[in-house]
């Protein structure tokens, strides 16, 4: 069975470079080495290029259970990104014929992956009358019918959805009610007391991990699975097959940021509220766009004018102003298009001030009215 085309990573691929202002990039403004370098001087003064350790540096490791309330060794693997982590968690809890759920608008291979291994995947949309939340109702109707795995990522792209410790609890509940799996991809996590990881309160609760959006280190292929003993040890079973390490170099730039994760993260928090002022600002007077600007995460999904399709527009714009954004049509979710919160500007009141005049004259051009 062929898998279907990633549409967002493919959108990317072929658009982003023509982009003069990128408002719909999903990682904070991203971290340099010299970045990295100021924190540590010579931090990869001698460091030896081999595989390293193959689940992961000691040190890197510690830093990263830090991040969790379950601590043990044994609960951590790393990985090449949270895209692999997810794989590999799918590649060993499904087989063809398992029940799948995921939450839409949301992450294409939260879906499409399952499909592709032979399951029947079903997709529960958030409440968008409610602030895009999870409809739990929904949920388990679902999950009485025979669920194998939940997988979801909260804070989620591209709504910002995300579940607070009450919710994540909840969620917990819900699923050993049913005996589900739950596979929360965990990317944009900002790691503040009122986050609460799936994997910290559930046996059968699965978070993965990376650095390429609060932490802006994208460039830096490592990621992480965190999970009950018995399912971190099939994963180091199956990643040999896939990934043997994620190596000494990605390893070292990770290790230096997560010492310093305070500052980095405080900085993408500053970057993220100042750029909420001014699109609060913005979207008080537009009379064509509104957006539910969730309360974590680096995305949020921007909502056009009615009758317009979100891919031409978002081409259209691109041509003639050079502004990006991904559609909604590349989340199956026409009518929006994907903004960014972390990303830093050198003027977005005047971006937004552009985006604004020009969507009026495109609707002039198109003959559009507002409703």
């Keep these: 069975m062929k898998i279907q085309d990633f549409l967002t990573e493919q959108w990317m691929n072929e658009h982003e470079r023509q982009a003069k202002i990128n408002l719909t990039d999903t990682s904070a403004a991203p971290l340099s080495v010299d970045d990295l370098e100021a924190f540590e001087p010579g931090f990869l003064k001698g460091l030896t290029l081999d595989y390293g350790w193959i689940t992961g540096d000691p040190g890197l490791r510690q830093e990263i259970l830090s991040l969790y309330v379950d601590q043990r060794e044994e609960t951590l693997t790393m990985t090449n990104g949270a895209l692999q982590a997810n794989e590999l968690v799918m590649n060993i809890l499904l087989k063809p014929g398992d029940h799948v759920v995921t939450l839409i608008p949301g992450y294409q291979q939260f879906s499409e992956y399952p ?38 990522a909260s804070p989620s792209n591209p709504t910002g959805t995300w579940l607070d410790r009450e919710q994540t609890r909840q969620l917990a509940d819900l699923a050993a009610r049913y005996n589900v799996w739950v596979l929360c991809d965990e990317v944009y996590r900002s790691y503040e007391q009122d986050e609460l990881s799936i994997s910290d309160i559930y046996k059968k609760g699965v978070a993965t991990g990376s650095l390429s959006k609060q932490f802006g280190l994208a460039g830096v292929r490592l990621g992480w699975v965190k999970g009950c003993p018995e399912l971190i040890e099939e994963v180091n079973v199956f990643r040999d097959y896939t990934l043997i390490c994620a190596g000494p170099l990605s390893e070292k730039a990770a290790l230096t940021a997560l010492r310093h994760k305070n500052e980095i993260l405080r900085r993408t928090h500053q970057i993220i509220e100042r750029n909420k002022a001014d699109l609060t600002v913005w979207l008080k007077s537009s009379s064509n766009f509104s957006c539910q600007l969730p309360a974590k995460g680096t995305v949020s999904f921007l909502k056009i004018p009615e009758r317009l399709s979100s891919r031409e527009f978002a081409l259209d714009l691109l041509d003639e102003t ?49 409703s």
């Design 115 to 152: 499909r592709w291994l032979g399951c029947d995947v079903t997709e529960v949309p958030f409440d968008e009358s409610n602030g895009w939340s999870v409809d739990f109702d929904a949920l388990e109707a679902e999950f009485a019918r025979g669920t194998r795995l939940l997988v979801f």
């Design 322 to 370: 050079g502004i990006f954004f991904v559609p909604g049509w590349c989340f199956g979710k026409d009518g929006y298009v994907r903004l960014s919160l972390g990303r830093e500007f050198d003027d977005l009141p005047g971006v937004l001030k552009t985006l604004e005049d020009w969507t009026e004259q495109y609707l002039d051009r198109k003959n559009v009215a507002i």
